[in-house]
């Protein structure tokens, strides 16, 4: 299967970064199209086979997250990571912003650490269950995207924002509606929607202070 290069890579991402502040390094993108390839062929850490549409529905949707971040995401949880989207690409897009990728299943956490080593990344890996960390550990950013019992997730996602911090979803305008009434704690900014996609918007809410 052909890989692409840096180059490549950044004309395909060109769309989805809206921030101009970021500063993005495109050959660490090749890089790790490169390994999720090679992985993807043992263990499913994506459906799509295409190295064009990783790049622009799994690379391209995590940068335009990334590009949704405030400037106080200084601590990022990805729950419920999988290949590590959308938590490695806000990585190599915010250096200076510290992310830990949770993931429970033990092969695709596996890749994770292969993929953190890879690149060089300052993010942390845990591969338990969200649900086990230490309760008063929280942080500035959640996202999620695609997870497993999304409904289940979403309030202990929300458990885990700090007080003034921010949850971050990749999700549908079908599912707004049903999101924000779960959630009443979240003050939600209007949802932006994802370049090349028919139904895709980030949502970003406020976890109130007080």
């Known amino acids: 299967m052909a890989e692409l290069n840096a180059d490549a890579i950044q004309t395909l991402l060109s769309l ?5 502040k ?32 990783i790049v622009q529905r799994h690379f391209g949707e995590s940068l335009f997250a990334a590009s949704c971040l405030p400037a106080s995401a200084t601590t990022i949880l990805d729950f ?11 990585q190599i897009a915010r250096p200076d912003s510290r992310v830990t990728l949770a993931e ?5 956490a596996a890749f994770l650490q292969e993929a953190v080593r890879t690149l060089g990344l300052g993010a942390e890996v845990w591969s338990r269950r969200v ?11 959640v996202t999620m ?16 924002v700090s007080f003034g911090g921010s ?6 305008s079908g599912d707004e509606a049903k999101i924000k009434e ?14 090349l996609t028919e139904q895709g918007i980030v949502l970003l809410g406020t976890k109130g202070s007080t």
Request: hydrophobic share 45%.
């Open 167 to 172: 949850l971050l979803l990749l999700s549908t």
């Open 182 to 195: 779960s959630l009443p704690q979240i003050e939600w900014a209007a949802s932006k929607a994802i370049p």
């Open 22 to 53: 970021l500063d993005i390094d495109f050959s660490a993108f090749a890089a790790y199209l490169a390994l999720l390839l090679k992985w993807n062929e043992k263990i499913n850490l994506t459906a799509i086979r295409a190295p064009e549409e």
């Open 131 to 141: 649900e086990e960390m230490p309760a008063e550990r929280t942080f500035s950013v």
């Open 16 to 20: 989805y970064v809206i921030d101009s």
């Open 104 to 108: 429970s299943q033990t092969r695709k």
């Open 145 to 160: 995207r695609a997870v497993d019992k999304m409904e289940q997730a979403l309030p202990e996602a929300a458990k885990r």
């Open 80 to 90: 419920g990571s999988g290949g590590g989207f959308p938590g490695i690409p806000i």
